[in-house]
């Protein structure tokens, strides 16, 4: 089954800026929809951001629209989420998969620290 691993986390201060990476196992890749979720300390699961087999359809958490912008790369198995304005409260653990998840394939995910 396909594998994901995360990358591109840190810690930032408010208004800064990340790019994450993920980095797919398989060519299957391709023919899924991903997304981005995220987990906060105590919270579950959440979300936050869509994008079609083609890359041509993209949604977003109205807690991030018109901050974050994901992407992918089909030849290189790979998708990105361009995070700008970050907020404290988008501390998270960022974890991506398909959509919807497939259980098995979820990576350690990247930590992303916002201090304000």
């Known amino acids: 089954q396909v594998q994901f691993v995360e990358s591109g986390g840190g810690l930032v201060q408010a208004g800064g800026s990340l790019r994450l990476s993920c980095a797919a196992s398989?060519?299957?890749?391709?023919?899924?929809?991903m997304g981005w979720y995220r987990q906060a300390p105590g919270n579950q699961r959440e979300l936050v951001a869509t994008?079609?087999?083609?890359?041509?359809?993209?949604n977003y958490a109205d807690s991030v629209k018109g901050r974050f912008t994901i992407s992918r790369d089909n030849a290189k198995t790979t998708q990105y989420l361009q995070m700008n304005s970050l907020k404290p409260e988008d501390t998270a653990v960022y974890y991506c998969?398909?959509?919807?998840?497939?259980?098995?394939?979820w990576g350690q995910g990247t930590q992303v620290t916002v201090s304000s």
């Open positions: 998969n398909t959509v919807p998840p497939l259980r098995n394939s």
């Open positions: 994008i079609s087999r083609s890359g041509g359809s993209t």
């Open positions: 398989s060519s299957t890749f391709s023919i899924n929809a």
